[in-house]
């Protein structure tokens, strides 16, 4: 039997740990400088306020339902997402975190429990007494079944956050009740094909040919389609593939009205996702840059994005930030006050499988920037960067709402007073 664990909109459950008070009150949070809502606690959302969307839009709503607002407070919830994983693991030896606030994990050994349903109210019951965060729980015969799952105790009316497909007729049940794309995997071009294809509804999809589908579609399709009818197709190394496109952007805490700051704040990014490209084990071999101003200003809209080839792919934050440093002064204009700005890493491909030019020999440093990742995974990110990015904070995020830091900073330790 497989399982997913996920946390109940983790952010704002992470944020009333430390304070029980807030369990009824209405939470969202704001992602980085405060601008948009990215989280949102079931009580807000009956309240009708909704992910993705400015917080000045919805300021008087907040005001009026006296809602709490948090900035993002990435150490809290780095925290306490590793103190779930590590209470979830105790009940397994076979797990895979999948993100921050899910977990799979795979039990082939004889249930100790009255059945699986009760194992799910066991697990989910620990995790409420050691770490004080709310989980949903799905159990299925695969993993796209615990995935399922985990989906009709979140959305379906009489599972309240724990659901097991344990037989045929549960399994037939839910998937009819799920759209083709709320399936694992199947995103909405594939599922606008598929629904011109006349197939709706998840249990349509699994009714379907598996060798037909991969014809039509790809092996991963095939794969979905035996997984919907139990059976398991997915190892864990393939449940997140490599990333095709890497990206870094963020709005400013400040506008950036000069040249010199917004190639800093470029550099910056550029760094950020040359973390990631080599975390993954690529190269790549183009790059785009971009900034703007905010389309909510007075001004007229400006954005400007410039596309880089690299003569050899790269993994060496030094190249493509000598990049950038060419690229910048196309992007700037004056008398603009940016907004927003990125770097976008594009065409990667796997470092294992690149076959070097003799005639454009790469000038990369794999064993330099080994020593940097190396370096900043021990002591903190940018305890070494580039020297263009600049030694100023400037650019940190605004955080205006943040709350306290009750696992990583001794200063922010709850006070219990009796």
């Known amino acids: 039997m497989y399982f997913l664990f996920d946390a109940t909109s983790f952010y704002c459950s992470a944020e ?7 369990r009824k009150r209405g939470i969202i949070t704001v992602s980085n400088n405060d601008s948009m809502v990215v989280a949102v606690c079931p009580i807000a959302k009956k309240l009708g306020i909704k992910k993705f969307i400015p917080l000045f839009q919805i300021k008087d709503l907040v005001n009026k339902h006296k809602i709490m607002v948090t900035s993002s407070n990435y150490e809290l919830y780095s925290s306490l997402s590793h103190k779930m994983m590590q209470t979830i693991e105790q009940f397994t030896t076979d797990s895979y975190v999948y993100s921050i606030d899910e977990i799979f994990a795979h039990y082939d050994k004889p249930l100790t429990h009255s059945s699986w349903l009760e194992f799910g109210k066991d697990v989910r019951k620990t995790v409420w007494k050691e770490v004080r965060l709310p989980i949903g729980v799905g ?55 598929l629904e011109l294809m006349g197939i709706n509804t998840a249990y349509q999809l699994s009714q379907k040919s598996p060798t037909h589908m991969r014809k039509q579609f790809s092996i991963l399709m095939e794969n ?3 997984e919907l009818n139990g059976e398991p197709r997915i190892a864990w190394d393939d449940v997140r593939a490599d990333k095709q496109q890497i990206y870094s952007t963020r709005t400013f805490g400040e506008r950036v009205v000069s040249s010199d700051e917004l190639h800093r704040a470029l550099v910056g990014h550029c760094e950020a996702a040359m973390v990631k490209l080599r975390k993954q084990k690529s190269l790549a071999g183009a790059m785009t840059v971009f900034a703007s101003n905010s389309p ?58 690149f076959q070097t030019d003799l005639f454009a020999p790469a000038v990369d440093n794999p064993n330099l920037m080994h020593v940097l990742d190396a370096v900043n995974t021990r002591y903190g990110k940018s305890t070494m960067h580039m020297a263009s990015k600049g030694f100023s904070k400037k650019h940190e995020m605004r955080r205006e709402y943040i709350t306290k830091r009750a696992t990583t900073r001794w200063s922010d330790i709850p006070v219990i007073k009796c």
């Not at 796209?144 to 549960?170: F, M, P, W």
């Open 16 to 22: 009333k740990v430390f304070a029980p008070h807030l």
């Open 139 to 193: 159990g299925g015969a695969s993993p796209t079944l615990a995935k399922a799952a985990s989906h009709a105790a979140k959305r379906i009316d009489g599972y309240r956050g724990i659901a097991v497909i344990s037989s045929e007729q549960e399994r037939v049940a839910i998937l009819k009740q799920m759209g083709v794309t709320d399936v694992w995997g199947v995103g909405n071009r594939i599922g606008r094909k």
């Open 224 to 226: 979905t389609v035996r």
């Open 296 to 353: 909510h200003d007075d001004t007229a809209f400006y954005r400007k994005s410039v596309f880089h080839q690299f003569a050899v792919p790269t993994l060496d934050t030094r190249v493509t930030t000598n990049a950038i440093q060419e690229i910048v002064h196309r992007i700037f204009k004056p008398g603009i006050s940016f907004y927003r700005c990125g770097v976008g890493l594009l065409d990667i491909r796997p470092q294992a499988h």
